[in-house]
T-cell receptor, first 116, second 110 residues
Framework: DTEVTQTPKHLVMGMTNKKSLKCEQH?????MYWYKQKAKKPPELMFV???????INESVPSRFSPECPNSSLLNLHLHALQPEDSALYLC???????????????FGPGTRLTVL | SQQGEEDPQALSIQEGENATMNCSYK?????LQWYRQNSGRGLVHLIL?????REKHSGRLRVTLDTSKKSSSLLITASRAADTASYFC??????????FGEGTQLTVNP
């Protein structure tokens, strides 16, 4: 299995809702990432988990809360989002852990989030 | 600001022609990677070139890296309509942290 899966594909939520995005990989990768991508812009790193520990938080607002329940799963909990948080949220994984000379990242198809 | 800058921002060619995209960056790197993204979907890794390599090939793709000029180019030969996508360079300056360029939107007309 050489893919990263993400659910749901699309999500529409109000500003008072709580929702979660889910990401899964079964490649035995040690690092997992959340990126945010706005239309016609490159992905922006949000969080990095390495060996199931949060290694990087790129000053992301607390209304985004990541969680890594085990080595294969990565969640992003959403609460009290703003309309400007509407974007494509991408999950990725890589074989090596954070801080080691990198290799390719495998990306999931993304969740298209719309905040009303 | 972003580590990588790409040009052109947009490129439109006919099927069968070659497409060249360029990427410049600012700091020392471990490696440089190229990714493709079809509209609204996830990124697909195309090729990785390490800082001690100058050229790499993969199928119809050719990547060059000039660390003295802090620049890279991606050449797609004999382009196809299916190559229509956004192409991003990404630099790895600190283990596993990718910083993406602004991207080039390639359109290949049948």
């Amino acid at each position: 299995d050489t893919e990263v899966t993400q659910t749901p594909k699309h999500l529409v939520m109000g500003m008072t809702n709580k929702k979660s995005l889910k990401c899964e990989q079964h490649m035995g990768h040690r690092a997992m990432y959340w990126y945010k991508q706005k239309a016609k812009k490159p992905p922006e790193l949000m969080f990095v988990y390495s060996y199931e520990k949060l290694s990087i938080n790129e000053s992301v607002p607390s209304r985004f809360s990541p969680e890594c329940p085990n080595s294969s799963l990565l969640n992003l909990h959403l609460h009290a989002l703003q309309p400007e948080d509407s974007a494509l949220y991408l999950c990725a994984s890589s074989q090596v852990g954070w801080g080691r000379a990198g290799d390719e990242q495998f990306f999931g198809p993304g969740t298209r989030l719309t905040v009303l | 600001s972003q580590q990588g800058e790409e040009d052109p921002q947009a490129l439109s060619i006919q099927e069968g022609e070659n497409a060249t995209m360029n990427c410049s960056y600012k700091t020392s790197i471990n490696n440089l990677q190229w990714y493709r993204q079809n509209s609204g979907r996830g990124l697909v890794h195309l090729i990785l070139i390490r800082s001690n390599e100058r050229e790499k090939h993969s199928g119809r793709l050719r990547v060059t890296l000039d660390t003295s000029k802090k620049s890279s180019s991606l050449l797609i030969t004999a382009s196809r309509a299916a190559d229509t996508a956004s192409y991003f360079c990404a630099t790895d300056a600190y283990g596993s942290r990718l910083t993406f360029g602004e991207g080039t939107q390639l359109t290949v007309n049948p």
